[in-house]
């Protein structure tokens, strides 16, 4: 008499699902009944299998036994499976992977909360901000030049240009500092 799919894979040790991908690929065969022979299932399995493993231990002291996976087998045996020549395991790449869709939601939940500004907006946005910095400083010498003179007592004109050129040798001065954005 033959194992249900699930019987057999407590037998074996491994999830129903792995069993019925075996089925599936051709891996073992199911009787005519749909149940599977334990003995004829190991042997195929471990002839079809790449790495084949070994069916879990039944005991007759407790059904617990044979209801457990099967321990997994130390690391040295079986080497993480690489990627590519460069040397990166799949544990590495999966690592990887995790750190940066983390690292991008930790950004989508700080640009929710606010606390995060488009960089293209901000640099927009400083660039209005000087450019009417700089046109206050070019209209202030004409603004005040005829005050200024009228309490100095001299020419408003010369005065004008004076401070007219003071203005716009500071402002070339201030346009030579090259603010880094990163």
């Known amino acids: 008499m033959g194992l249900s ?3 057999y894979a407590r037998h074996r040790g ?3 699902v792995a069993v019925k991908k075996a089925i599936d690929t051709g891996r073992i ?3 005519t009944d749909g149940t599977i022979d334990p003995a004829r299932a190991d042997q195929e399995w471990e002839q079809n299998t790449a790495s084949p493993r070994k069916p879990a231990a039944t005991s007759k002291a407790g059904a617990s036994a044979t209801q457990r996976p099967a321990a997994r087998e130390p690391a040295s045996e079986h080497p993480t499976p690489m990627l590519s020549t460069g040397g990166t395991s799949l544990l590495q790449a999966r690592t990887v992977n995790e750190v940066v869709k983390a690292q991008t939601n930790k950004v989508r939940l700080a640009r929710l909360k606010g606390d995060l500004v488009d960089r293209s907006q901000a640099i927009a946005h400083v660039f209005r901000l000087a450019r009417s910095e700089r046109d206050a400083w070019l209209n202030w010498p004409a603004r005040i030049s ?6 100095l007592e001299v020419d408003a004109h010369a005065l004008h240009v004076a401070l007219e050129a003071a203005v716009r040798e500071h402002l070339i001065e201030l346009g030579e500092l090259r603010p880094r954005v990163d």
């Open 146 to 151: 005829a005050q200024m003179a009228a309490k």
């Open 5 to 7: 799919i699930r019987a």
């Open 29 to 31: 065969s199911q009787g």
């Open 14 to 16: 491994v999830s129903h």
